[in-house]
């Protein structure tokens, strides 16, 4: 049985290497190698994990299967309107895909959202990421699309909202 538990700095490079192991086979195909690379680098630094879990400016989860982590999601009340919450990350490793852990830690993350008062849960997704269908099942729904700087690169992305 997987289990879910919060990250801790202890867990910063545990993040990092799940990132980079997810990403690489997830974003190949979307985004240059360049950008890829640049993007793991920016999103995914020891100190930007750090200060995220420090400053309780995300919520980081870890999903474990058999002891091992396997998926993580990190979640946080948006910063302009804190009666809505965003979901910014969540990755499963490509082995693990299909075996339901990515909606065990939607799940998951809606509980929290509730337990906070809040019933409003939003993320971003690539407009080119296949798993668009997959929020989808689970209740999201595109309420509009945004271009996102990031370095040189933009990020081409949806955002979906799911009422709690």
């Known amino acids: 049985m997987p289990l879910i538990r919060i990250a801790t700095v202890e867990d910063v490079e545990t993040i990092r290497q799940l990132a980079d192991a997810i990403w690489r086979p997830s974003y190949g195909p979307i985004l240059s190698q360049e950008q890829l690379n640049f993007m793991l680098a920016e999103i995914y630094s020891t100190g930007k994990i750090t200060s995220q ?39 499963c490793l490509p082995s ?15 509980t929290d959202v509730l337990a906070a008062g809040k019933n409003v849960l939003e993320l971003n997704v690539n407009r080119y990421n296949p798993s668009k269908h997959f929020y989808e099942k689970l209740g999201f729904a595109v309420i509009y699309q945004e271009d996102i700087p990031i370095g040189p690169y933009w990020m081409n992305d949806y955002v979906m909202r799911k009422l709690l």
């Not at 302009?80 to 965003?86: L, Q, S, T, V």
């Not at 339901?100 to 939607?106: A, H, P, T």
């Open 53 to 91: 879990i420090i400053n309780a400016e995300q919520i980081y989860l870890l999903l474990m299967e058999n002891g091992a982590p396997v998926a993580f999601a990190a979640y946080s009340p948006r910063e302009e309107n804190a009666d809505i919450y965003k979901l910014h990350k969540l990755y």
């Open 96 to 110: 693990t895909q299909g075996k339901g852990y990515g909606k065990l830690l939607v799940d998951k993350v809606c």
